[in-house]
């Protein structure tokens, strides 16, 4: 069983950064990849980026291309999200997954290609 703990989450004005990280634990050897989604009240939980844990290639979603960065570190087990120029469209919880590449062959886009997450932080971004 994978574990995952998000934390850095809390309240910005918009222009602002944050750096969010996430802690894993448990079997990490059977991650295949680390992903960061996000849920905003009455929304589906959106993909945010994802990094492969083993050479660290990251993926982006299009909404947050050159302004969040995913990196990762594979001896402490700790995934960070940068985010930079945060936008009140920003404001979600932000969770982080864990994707075990069950079935597929690529990683995994959609919140059900991942099969463990943590419990979230709350991002909230003030105009």
């Known amino acids: 069983q994978v574990q995952l703990a998000e934390s850095g989450g809390g309240l910005v004005q918009a222009g602002e950064s944050l750096r969010l990280s996430c802690a894993a634990s448990?079997?990490?050897?059977?991650?295949?990849?680390l992903g960061w989604f996000r849920q905003a009240p009455g929304m589906e939980r959106e993909f945010v980026g994802a990094?492969?844990?083993?050479?660290?290639?990251?993926y982006y979603a299009d909404s947050v291309k050159g302004r969040f960065t995913i990196s990762r570190d594979g001896a402490k087990k700790l995934m960070y999200l940068h985010m930079n120029s945060l936008k009140p469209e920003d404001t979600a919880v932000y969770y982080c997954?864990?994707?075990?590449?069950?079935?597929?062959?690529?990683?995994?886009?959609?919140?059900?290609?991942?099969?463990?997450w943590g419990p979230g932080t709350q991002v909230t971004v003030s105009s």
């Open positions: 997954g864990a994707d075990l590449l069950l079935g597929r062959a690529e990683i995994g886009t959609l919140a059900i290609d991942y099969d463990h």
């Open positions: 448990g079997r990490t050897w059977s991650m295949y990849a």
């Open positions: 990094i492969t844990w083993d050479a660290g290639f990251p």
